[in-house]
């Protein structure tokens, strides 16, 4: 399993590219470039730290998008939050991919 060349993002198609380095800078994983519409990942690291750091640039992306500023902080821990909680919850997946219209949620219980 690998990391898809493309997301969307906000209606928009991201191409993902691994380069190594990404940047000269030390401890620089990944980087977003709205502009260009390319997110770019270090291609030296392993699946869960890449997932970890296409979150990261994904919310980077999605700062852009809504308040046109970015902000490192809060991009780390909502990548965080997103990843771990995926980690943890491996079967909230399966309802995106195999049942939103078949998922056991309806309303026949509403009276």
């Known amino acids: 399993m690998r990391i898809p060349d493309e997301l ?55 700062q852009q998008e809504i308040a046109g500023i970015i902000d490192e902080a809060q991009a780390r821990w909502i990548a965080l939050f997103v990843h771990t909680f995926l980690l943890n919850n491996p079967d909230i997946l399966d309802c995106y991919r195999y049942g939103i219209d078949d998922a056991p949620f309806d309303d026949e219980d509403e009276g």
């Open 8 to 62: 969307i993002i906000f209606g928009r198609i991201y191409q993902v590219q691994n380069v190594s380095p990404v940047q000269t800078l030390e401890g620089v994983l990944g980087a977003a470039s709205y502009r260009d519409g390319t997110i770019y990942l270090d291609d030296e690291v392993d699946m869960a730290l890449a997932l970890s750091v296409l979150w990261h640039e994904a919310v980077h992306v999605a």
